[in-house]
């Protein structure tokens, strides 16, 4: 079936039918129709082109939804920061805080920069994202990706500059960039969240992905960064690499032993990695041999198995990242790719949550919004709108994993963590004695700190146990 006549029938069978929250009946009756899936994403793209124009101009979303593509509501961000989920995963992004960088977690976007909220550009008409940058930040997203190029640039009076933009690299003439931002319009939006009250002990992961190709380019991208990524007193944002730490190559390795704690210690925020290049190793950091990534997800299984992809000492040594790509490019290069593959594909919140057990560090999601399940599906440690004093004040895991709390008064086995792992202690104890009880064990009173933590606990658990954690 020709292009055209599948949009005809879409229209055609989505007459009457009301918009949903996301997945629109205009969408599910394309996706029923066309065997490509390219057909269906590109008509979502000129809607949510048009509905984010509709949106800046200063109308309502809801007057801005169209049948088709991912629907942007009212106060969306505001709402989310006002829920459980956003509470929990703060929570968890703080018990994390100490944890070696090898074994934490961050939620990313993929092609952050790309979204469809901000002014019109060919590139961004493609686009990856909903959202503008610190609403991705609002709603609890701590890794972004920018793509930089250097090219000539209207926003640069025609000169070379370092843009971001989506496109194809230096090889193939930055086929794709046009009028997009300069790398400092970008980076004030970013500096601005880190320096705004109640986010200045946040920590960013932040990506470059390398489209310079020119000496010239690197200069420019360190210039603005350390113009940019600093506090009002001019100290600096960013983590930078040490002389020391500066190899062979060229640069110095991401270093997977510090955790976000040490990052703050040294008064920064912003850690920078990429490539191994030398023209900016002064900020940023190479993860070329500290991190492995992949962009498809159909085979993910549930924990022990996760993805054969990927052995359990990589898991334990490197980063692991997972993202996935939603533009029209990507399917339109598989014009046979259908609906169903593309969905295998994605980030869904059942895969996300396997991947938190199994102990991914990194997800690039795309088109996130906060109320499409995969934020939440990041959640492992206190059940649905837990916790609650009504409950009691010490805290438990229970049989499904999830954390609730009980009185302290009553008994429980506790659990208890040693070099090897955990340990649960044979005797059911009330959560004062819980501490003693593990010290007979050669072991301390413990809790997760990451789902992949959460998830071998529970391994070794059965029932309730006691975790060390009270409310205040």
């Not at 610190?134 to 250097?150: A, G, N, T």
């Not at 843009?163 to 500096?191: I, S, Y």
């Not at 920590?203 to 489209?211: C, K, N, T």
Request: charge should be neutral; aromatic fraction near 6%.
């Amino acid at each position: 079936m020709g292009r055209i006549t599948v949009l005809a029938a879409v229209l055609a069978a989505s007459a009457g039918l009301a918009v949903s929250a996301h997945a629109t009946p205009l969408d599910d009756a394309c996706n029923g129709l066309s065997p490509s899936a390219a057909v269906c994403i590109g008509a979502d793209k000129l809607a949510e082109r048009a509905a984010a124009e509709c949106r800046r101009i200063g109308q309502p979303a809801s007057r801005c939804q169209l049948p088709l593509g991912h629907q942007v509501g009212d106060g969306i961000v505001d709402a989310y920061r006002k829920t459980w989920v956003h509470r929990t995963a703060q929570f968890q992004y703080g018990l994390g805080n100490g944890v070696p960088l090898r074994g934490t977690n961050w939620l990313g976007t993929h092609n952050s920069f790309n979204s469809v909220s901000y002014p019109p550009t060919l590139s961004q008409t493609d686009s990856n994202q909903q959202l503008t940058l610190p609403q991705q930040l609002d709603i609890d997203v701590r890794s972004l990706e920018l793509d930089v190029h250097w090219i000539h640039s209207v926003n640069a009076n025609l000169q070379n500059a370092v843009v971001v933009c989506h496109a194809r690299g230096p090889d193939e003439q930055n086929l794709g960039c046009t009028n997009e931002r300069l790398l400092k319009q970008v980076l004030p939006e970013l500096a601005n969240w880190l320096n705004a009250a109640g986010n200045r002990r946040q920590v960013l992961l932040l990506y470059l992905e390398d489209e310079l190709g020119d000496p010239a380019g690197y200069a420019q991208t360190v210039q603005v960064l350390d113009s940019v990524l600093k506090r009002p007193d001019g100290s600096s944002l960013i983590y930078r690499p040490r002389g020391s730490q500066i190899t062979a190559k060229g640069c110095a390795d991401l270093p997977l032993a510090i955790s976000r704690d040490d990052i703050r210690r040294a008064g920064a925020q912003v850690v920078i990695v990429g490539n191994c290049r030398s023209g900016w190793a002064s900020d940023v950091f190479s993860w070329d041999d500290v991190h492995v990534e992949s962009g498809s997800t159909p085979g993910y299984r549930p924990y022990p198995a996760c993805d054969t992809t990927y052995s359990r000492p990589v898991y334990d040594t490197e980063l692991v990242r997972y993202y996935e790509d939603s533009t029209w490019l990507s399917s339109a290069v598989n014009p046979t790719g259908s609906p169903d593959q593309h969905a295998a594909e994605s980030l869904t919140p059942s895969k996300v949550s396997m991947m938190t057990a199994c102990g991914v560090n990194l997800f690039g999601f795309d088109q996130i919004l906060p109320d499409d399940g995969r934020i939440a599906a990041t959640i492992w440690s206190w059940a649905q709108d837990k916790p609650s004093r009504a409950d009691g004040r010490c805290a438990v895991q229970r049989p499904d994993s999830r954390w609730v709390t009980r009185p302290c008064s009553v008994s429980h086995r506790a659990a208890c963590s040693t070099a090897a792992g955990w340990r649960i202690t044979q005797r059911a104890v009330p959560y004062a004695d819980a501490r003693r009880a593990c010290q007979a064990l050669g072991a301390a009173f413990s809790l997760p700190r990451t789902g992949y933590d959460n998830r071998r606990l529970r391994a070794v658990a059965s029932g309730e146990v006691w975790l060390a954690y009270r409310l205040p």
